[in-house]
């Protein structure tokens, strides 16, 4: 399988299974293009008729071109059979139930009342909480217990927002580094904040021991402050934002993430990128909002071309600052053309339920923090394990094979099936697909592969 497109002025092939991305001129992406659906006849006699007013286009120069594809076939780097379909459940299955990462829902309450929160205000469906030390060691033991072989581990301090029991963050940090030693691991630890109680013990504790801060901001103070308002209705833009900017320089400009939300009022979000930039941010996401389709801030099918066109704009800022000496990083454009992620990875997706979990307050497991408060999720606690195996087992068996709408997609292999939480609340089934996210997807992976491209062409 392969995919063709035309983006910032590159005529791109992508070879699915193999992973090769190849930047070629117009002849050559007409060819290949054409290759398995025409006969080599036919290709060319298309070629030359096209290209008539070319003298650089000859029958001996397609020659040449046809030589060079069939050499690229021979090395696995074009037009590359599927050899990963036949061990999809395996490799998944040779990790289930080795949990590496946990997600610890330390306050179930917010000092926000954001409209657009999938977690109903922090309280995900219920009641407000606090986590208790008792529950926070007991969930950092589980999670030792249930690494078998892994070394490092990752705790994400999560909400609602954590920061309401920072004191709790605080002990349970001190309570991983006393255990990590003896246990044979090293704990990496990331804080998702709204930035409302950020202060200097915050930032200082937070530059010791956090790897990453997530830090929530949607960018321009209009749209920020339509949506993240305290409980008296007034935005938080003013409070926050020099908070940010002091963790940040403290931080020296590194391992934070700036998580902005885009919705129905902005879907030209490069504008909120572009304030970001100007206020010194650097580390950048923003990221569709999650909601129910008739929710007044959810995307609708008129703002998809309006998006799809700002992911195109977001690289073209992109390549303009790394030009001027002024390069910024966006989450979802991250991707290593050289490297990138193990085979395992690309079929069987981010392991939530089997590899990642979210604990409640309360000590109970789920597939992830999107997953908590819908009853029939709950996969057990933290003291008896997973109880509930058979909702594991459907987690266990997602992967990009597992959904049949994956099967002629081109980017199968760098969204590895998507989000497992999307696609329930979009079809009723983890195994299901969310089209609308698939189409962003999509857009997003275009743009990224080109930015890296247009990078190497330029070293």
């Not at 249930?146 to 609602?160: A, M």
């Not at 020099?242 to 963790?247: A, H, N, T």
């Not at 989000?419 to 609308?436: F, I, K, L, M, Q």
């Amino acid at each position: 399988m392969i995919h063709c497109y035309k983006l910032g002025g590159l005529n791109i092939v992508l070879d699915i299974f193999s992973g090769s991305v190849h930047v070629v001129d117009e002849v050559a992406y007409d060819i290949i293009e054409r290759y398995e659906q025409y006969e080599r006849d036919e290709i060319s006699e298309y070629i030359l008729t096209k290209y008539a007013d070319r003298a650089d286009v000859t029958a001996a120069d397609l020659a040449d071109c046809f030589e060079d594809i069939e050499e690229l076939k021979a090395q696995g780097k074009l037009f590359t059979p599927d050899t990963f379909a036949p061990m999809a459940g395996a490799l998944k299955q040779k990790t289930s139930g080795v949990v590496k990462a946990l997600c610890l829902h330390v306050a179930h309450t917010c000092n926000l009342n954001c409209a657009y929160c999938f977690a109903s205000q922090g309280k995900y469906q219920g009641d407000r909480a606090l986590m208790s030390l008792e529950v926070g060691k007991r969930a950092l033991d589980f999670l030792v217990e249930h690494s078998e072989g892994r070394r490092n581990l990752e705790v994400d301090f999560f909400g609602g927002e954590p920061l309401m029991n920072f004191q709790m963050v605080k002990d349970l940090v001190a309570y991983a580094r006393s255990i990590e030693g003896a246990a044979g691991k090293n704990f990496r630890f990331t804080l998702t904040t709204n930035g409302v109680l950020i202060d200097q013990d915050v930032i200082d504790f937070a530059n010791k021991e956090m790897s990453n801060v997530v830090l929530s901001l949607d960018g321009r103070k209009e749209i920020h402050d339509r949506y993240r308002v305290d409980y008296n209705g007034k935005g938080s833009w003013e409070k926050i934002v020099p908070k940010f900017q002091d963790l940040v320089q403290q931080r020296g400009g590194k391992n934070y993430y700036m998580r902005g939300t885009f919705t129905h009022a902005n879907p030209d979000f490069v504008k909120d990128i572009e304030e970001m930039l100007s206020l010194g941010f650097n580390e950048l996401s923003m990221e569709p909002v999650v909601c129910a389709p008739d929710d007044p801030s959810a995307l609708t099918e008129q703002d998809l071309p309006i998006v799809l066109e700002q992911y195109e704009k977001l690289a073209e800022l992109m390549a303009q600052k790394r030009k001027a000496g002024k390069p910024f990083t966006f989450y979802h454009y991250m991707i290593d053309l050289k490297g990138g992620p193990c085979i395992y990875k690309r079929v069987s997706g981010c392991g939530s339920g089997t590899e990642y979990m979210a604990v409640t307050p309360w000590g109970d497991l789920y597939p992830c923090h999107q997953f908590v408060g819908d009853e029939a999720f709950q996969l057990g606690d933290i003291w008896q394990g997973v109880t509930n195996t058979a909702k594991q087992e459907e987690f266990a068996a997602c992967n990009v094979y597992s959904r049949e709408e994956c099967n002629d997609c081109w980017a199968k292999l760098y969204c590895s099936g998507g989000c497992a939480a999307n696609a329930y609340h979009a079809t009723g089934s983890v195994t299901g697909v969310y089209e609308y996210g698939c189409k962003l997807f999509r857009k997003r992976m275009e743009c990224a592969i080109m930015l890296e491209a247009a990078k190497a062409l330029e070293e």
